[in-house]
C-alpha cells in the first residue's frame, strides 16, 4: 500500500516551484534593467538605437522573437477570418440579385430563329450586339473542353470555385509592382461574364467585384457539376466581334459545329477569350496574327502536357495553317430567306414587345410564311422581271394572304433584295396608289341598302365626261366614253366616270368608310380627299390591299394580317401566338357575291381586256381579278396592278416605279404572269394536295340574291333590291332606227313609246336616264331631219260594168330608198310588196260587193317615213268610167 505524502513535503515542494518562478522573474527584471541601462537617456535616440537592423534582426531571431511572431501570426488570421466571414456577410447581402441559381438560365441563346409555318428555317437573327447560340455539353467536342481547362485553369476538377493559391500570387505580384494579374478560375470567368460583364469592362482591379465573384463560384461549384459549369462557360464566353458561345465561334470561323471542331480549330477558338478583341480572327494585324498563333500552340502544349493529346497529335495541329481556313466573314441577312417578310416579323415583334426583348434574342418564331409558295413568287418575279422593265418599271412587289385565316403566306418586297438602291426597301410594305384595284370597294359601299334607290349588278350608270359637274377631267384609258353601262360593266371594264358616280350615289365618306372596312385600314387618313379618291388617288399598303380582296373572299368578314403563328422565348415559354379571335363582318355575303361574279366574268371585262388572258383567267383555278393604275398627274401610267382571288388564296402584284418617272403602258404583262404562276402552283400543288382546296370551288350563291331583268338586263341583285323601289318612270318617245329620243323631226312611223327609268345625277341634280332595250335616253334622233324628202305615191282604179277592177300604183322616192308599198280596200291590206325605187305597179283586184268602196296606197321607205293617198270607187253599173284622185300625203310631226 502506498503511502501518502506527508503535509510537510507537498508544502516544500509547492515552495520550491514558487521560489523558481520568482527567480526566473527577478532573473528577466535583472536582464532587462542591464539592457535599458545600456540604452541611451533620450526617448528618441532610445527609439533609434532599439530599431537598429542588426538589434531587430538578433530579436527576431532569438527564441523571445519567435514566441512574439507566433503570438502575432496567431491573432492576425483569427482576425482575418473575422474580416473575412464579416466581408461574406456584407457582401451577400448584395448578392441576392445575383442568386447562381439563375446562372443555367442566365446562359441562353441570344439568337432568334424564324421557320416558315412547314418548320423550314428562314433566318437566325444574331442581333445588332453580341450574340450566342447555347448548345448541350453533348453538342461540344472533348478537344474543345479539354483546350480550355488546358489554357485557362488547369485546376479546374481540383478546385471549389476559387484558387487560394492563384490569389495569392496575383496579390503579390499586383503588390510588388509586376504585371496586372487576376486569379479568376473557369468559374469566376462564369461568374463575371454572366453578373458583373459591364462592370469588369476595365482592368481597373476591383477588390469588391472580386469577393462578390469569388462567393457566388463558391455557392455555384455546390450546385452545378463541373461538367455543367464548364459548359455554361462555353456558352457564355466572348470569342471575338459579336460572337459569344463555342457554337457562334465554330458556325462563324469554321462553317461547322461545335461538336465537330478537331483539336487545331478547338485551340484557335480556345485562345481568343484572353482578348478577344484583339484575337478577332476577322479584324487581326499582322502582329495580332502571329500572337493569336503564338497562343493557340500554346493551348496545344498545355494539352500536351496536362496528359490531353499526344504529341504527334500536337504536330499533327500545329501543322494546320489554321488562320488559312477561316470562313469570310459574311453580313448577317447573306443568308435569310424570304428577307422582307422576316424583317416585318421582327418589326412586329419588337412594336408588341419592345426593341430590348426582341434585339437580346433567344426567341423562336414560327411564321405564316410557306417557303414553297415564297420560293415560287420570287423566282417567277426574277423570271418576268424583264416585262416590268420594258414599261420602264424600276421593281415589283408581292403578297399572297389565306384567305381562311388572314395568314400571309408569302411577300416579295423588291425585284431582287441584293439590289443596292431598291432591294431592301419593302414595296409591299409602303404606301402605294391603288389605283381602279380600288373600285370593287366603292361598288360594294353602293350594293349596300340605301335610303333611296338600291343597286344591283344590272343597275345602270352613264360613262360620260364629268368635267363640268367635278372641276376636274377624268378620263378612260382609252379615251373614250361608253354611255349606258350596267354596274358590271363598268366594273369589269373599269370606267372611270361610273365609279366616281357611284362613290357619289352611295356617299364618298360611306365608301372611303368602306374600303377602310374590309382592310386598307389608313386610305385617305390625314388628307383632304375628293371624288377622286374612287379611283384610287389615296394610298395602301400591298399587304393591306390584299387582305382587303380575301375579305371578298371571305364573303365579307375582315381578319386583320397576321405574320405569326407562334412566338416563345428562349425558356420556351410562348409570347403571342395567332387566334381567330378577331374577325369581323363588314359587307354582306351578298354583295361579295355579285363582286366576285363581276370580277371573275371574262365576257363582261372582254371588250377592253380581251378573253382568256393569263392572270384574268389561271388554268385550272377560278379567281376573280381586278386591275389598276395610276396617274402621274400628267396624263402617264405610274403604278400597275393586279388583284387575285380565289376562295382559298388572295393574291396582289404591283409592278411600277420607286421614283417620279411614268410607265409606258398601263398593263404588265409581268403581272400577269407572276398572278398565273403563284396561283396556278399554290393551288395545284399544295392546296389540292392538303385538302383545303379542290378544282371547281368557288362562292355558294347567299340566300337572296335575286335574278332578275331590269331595264332589259338580266343580273344578280341583292334581296333588298325591289324594281318599284330602286327606280322612277317616265314615258319617253324614241326613234326605232337611231334607239335615241324622238323629235319634231321623227316621222311618226319611226316613233316608239318606252317607260325609262332614271336617278338624279349627284353631281348636277338632273335626271340621269337609264338605257333600256338599248334606247338611250340621252341622245336624240340623228337619223332624220327636217329637210329629209319624204316618198310619194298615187293610186286609181278602173273597171268595166263588172265587180273586177285595176289598181294602178306609182311610188316616187324622197331622201331614203324605199322599202314596200301597201295596198288596202276598205281597211283591209291587199297587196304589200317590195319596191327598190320610183316606179308604177299594176293590181287586179275583184271587189266583194257593189257600192262605194276606199282604195288607200301607202309606200314607205327605210326612215319609216311614209306617203299615202286614196281613192273612193262606187261599183253600181258595167262600164263605168274609171276615177282617178291626187294622192294625199300625211305627215304628222311630233
Not at 4 to 33: C, F, I
Not at 515 to 536: E, Q, R, S, V, W
Not at 553 to 564: C, D, H, N, T
Not at 702 to 730: A, I
Amino acid at each position: 500500500m502506498a503511502k501518502k505524502p506527508s503535509k510537510g513535503k507537498t508544502m516544500s515542494l509547492y515552495s520550491n516551484l514558487v521560489s523558481r518562478r520568482k527567480s526566473k522573474a527577478d532573473e528577466k527584471a535583472r536582464r532587462k534593467a542591464e539592457y535599458l541601462a545600456t540604452l541611451p537617456k533620450q526617448p528618441l535616440k532610445r527609439l533609434l538605437y532599439r530599431l537598429h537592423p542588426k538589434r531587430v534582426a538578433k530579436f527576431w531571431f532569438s527564441r523571445q522573437g519567435a514566441i512574439a511572431f507566433a503570438k502575432i501570426m496567431g491573432v492576425s488570421l483569427i482576425a482575418l477570418a473575422i474580416v473575412i466571414a464579416a466581408l461574406f456577410a456584407y457582401y451577400r447581402k448584395e448578392l441576392d440579385a445575383f442568386s447562381p441559381e439563375q446562372l443555367a438560365k442566365s446562359v441562353q441563346t441570344t439568337v432568334t430563329t424564324y421557320y416558315d409555318r412547314n418548320g423550314v428555317l428562314l433566318w437566325e437573327d444574331k442581333g445588332d450586339s453580341n450574340y450566342k447560340i447555347v448548345v448541350d455539353s453533348s453538342e461540344i467536342a472533348d478537344v474543345m473542353k479539354q483546350a480550355t481547362i488546358a489554357i485557362e485553369d488547369k485546376d479546374f476538377y481540383k478546385h471549389g470555385g476559387i484558387s487560394v493559391s492563384g490569389i495569392a500570387r496575383a496579390a503579390l505580384t499586383n503588390i510588388t509592382g509586376g504585371e496586372v494579374q487576376g486569379a479568376s478560375t473557369l468559374t469566376q470567368q462564369l461568374i463575371k461574364q454572366v453578373f458583373f460583364a459591364e462592370d469588369s469592362e476595365t482592368n481597373r482591379i476591383d477588390y469588391s467585384r472580386k469577393i462578390k465573384e469569388a462567393i457566388l463560384s463558391i455557392e455555384a461549384e455546390r450546385m452545378y457539376t463541373k461538367d455543367q459549369i464548364l459548359t455554361l462557360y462555353l456558352n457564355e464566353v466572348p470569342y471575338g466581334g459579336r460572337r459569344n458561345g463555342v457554337e457562334s465561334a465554330a458556325q462563324t470561323y469554321f462553317g461547322i459545329s461545335a461538336k465537330e471542331l478537331n483539336i487545331a480549330q478547338a485551340a484557335l477558338i480556345a485562345a481568343i477569350p484572353q482578348n478577344p478583341t484583339y484575337y478577332n480572327p476577322y479584324t487581326l494585324t499582322t502582329q495580332a496574327s502571329e500572337d493569336l498563333i503564338d497562343r493557340q500552340q500554346q493551348v496545344i502544349d498545355n494539352m500536351v502536357e496536362q496528359g490531353y493529346i499526344t504529341q504527334a497529335q500536337a504536330d499533327e495541329a500545329k501543322s494546320i495553317a489554321i488562320l488559312d481556313t477561316i470562313q469570310p466573314e459574311i453580313s448577317d441577312t447573306e443568308d435569310i430567306k424570304a428577307p422582307w417578310f422576316v424583317l416585318a416579323v421582327r418589326d412586329q415583334l419588337e412594336e408588341q414587345f419592345g426593341t430590348k426583348v426582341v434585339r437580346e434574342g433567344g426567341l423562336t418564331v414560327k411564321t405564316t410564311l410557306d417557303w414553297r409558295i415564297q420560293e415560287v413568287a420570287q423566282q417567277s418575279i426574277t423570271d418576268n422581271f424583264k416585262y416590268a422593265t420594258a414599261i420602264n418599271a424600276n421593281n415589283m412587289a408581292l403578297t399572297a394572304i389565306d384567305v381562311p385565316t388572314g395568314q400571309v403566306l408569302a411577300m416579295v418586297g423588291s425585284y431582287d433584295y441584293n439590289d443596292e438602291t431598291l432591294g431592301a426597301v419593302n414595296a409591299a410594305t409602303a404606301e402605294l396608289s391603288p389605283g381602279s384595284s380600288i373600285k370593287p370597294f366603292v361598288y360594294a359601299n353602293l350594293l349596300k341598302p340605301q335610303t333611296t334607290t338600291n343597286w344591283g349588278a344590272g343597275s345602270i350608270l352613264v360613262d360620260r365626261d364629268i368635267k363640268s359637274d367635278i372641276g376636274i377631267d377624268i378620263q378612260n384609258y382609252d379615251g373614250k366614253f361608253k354611255g349606258s353601262l350596267t354596274i358590271r360593266q363598268a366594273l369589269a371594264m373599269s370606267r372611270n366616270p361610273p365609279a366616281i358616280i357611284a362613290a357619289q350615289l352611295g356617299g364618298l365618306d360611306n365608301a372611303i368608310q368602306t374600303i377602310k372596312d374590309a382592310g386598307n385600314l389608313f386610305y385617305c387618313d390625314d388628307i383632304d380627299y375628293g371624288l377622286t379618291a374612287a379611283i384610287g388617288t389615296c394610298a395602301v399598303t400591298e399587304v393591306e390591299h390584299t387582305n382587303a380582296y380575301a375579305t371578298l373572299a371571305r364573303e365579307g368578314v375582315y381578319k386583320p394580317v397576321s405574320y405569326i403563328i407562334e412566338a416563345k422565348n428562349a425558356q420556351g415559354e410562348v409570347l403571342t401566338e395567332w387566334k381567330d379571335d378577331q374577325s369581323k363582318s363588314v359587307l354582306d355575303p351578298q354583295i361579295t357575291y355579285i363582286l366576285s361574279d363581276i370580277l371573275s366574268d371574262d365576257s363582261a371585262r372582254s371588250g377592253v381586256f380581251g378573253s382568256n388572258v393569263k392572270g384574268f383567267n389561271v388554268p385550272g383555278v377560278k379567281t376573280a381579278t381586278k386591275t389598276g393604275t395610276t396617274d402621274d398627274g400628267n396624263g402617264h401610267a405610274k403604278d400597275s396592278w393586279m388583284m387575285s382571288y380565289s376562295t382559298k388564296m388572295a393574291v396582289g402584284v404591283w409592278t411600277g416605279r420607286n421614283d417620279s418617272k411614268a410607265l409606258t403602258a398601263l398593263t404588265s404583262t409581268a403581272n400577269q404572269n407572276v398572278v398565273t404562276a403563284v396561283q396556278s402552283y399554290a393551288h395545284t400543288e399544295i392546296f389540292a394536295n392538303d385538302g383545303t382546296w379542290a378544282s371547281g370551288d368557288w362562292f355558294t350563291k347567299p340566300s337572296g340574291v335575286q335574278t332578275l331583268t331590269v331595264n332589259g338586263k338580266t343580273d344578280l341583285f341583292p334581296s333588298w333590291y325591289t324594281k318599284s323601289s330602286s327606280s322612277e318612270g317616265e314615258a319617253m318617245s324614241f326613234d326605232t332606227l337611231s334607239k335615241k329620243k324622238a323629235t319634231d323631226c321623227t316621222p311618226e312611223r319611226a316613233k316608239t313609246q318606252v317607260t325609262v327609268t332614271y336617278y338624279t345625277d349627284p353631281l348636277t341634280n338632273a335626271k340621269t336616264y337609264q338605257t333600256t332595250d338599248g334606247y338611250d335616253p340621252n341622245s336624240t334622233d340623228d337619223t332624220h331631219s327636217c329637210s329629209d324628202v319624204k316618198p310619194s305615191v298615187t293610186v286609181s282604179v278602173s273597171s268595166d260594168s263588172s265587180k273586177t277592177a285595176t289598181i294602178n300604183v306609182a311610188v316616187t322616192q324622197g331622201t331614203f330608198p324605199l322599202s314596200y308599198v301597201s295596198v288596202s280596200v276598205d281597211g283591209t291590206e291587199v297587196s304589200n310588196q317590195a319596191v327598190g325605187g320610183s316606179s308604177s305597179y299594176t293590181l287586179t283586184y275583184t271587189f266583194s260587193s257593189s257600192g262605194s268602196h276606199t282604195v288607200t296606197a301607202t309606200v314607205v321607205d327605210s326612215g319609216l317615213y311614209e306617203g299615202t293617198a286614196s281613192v273612193t270607187k262606187t261599183i253600181a253599173a258595167l262600164n263605168q268610167d274609171s276615177q282617178s284622185l291626187p294622192s294625199t300625203q300625211s305627215r304628222r310631226e311630233s
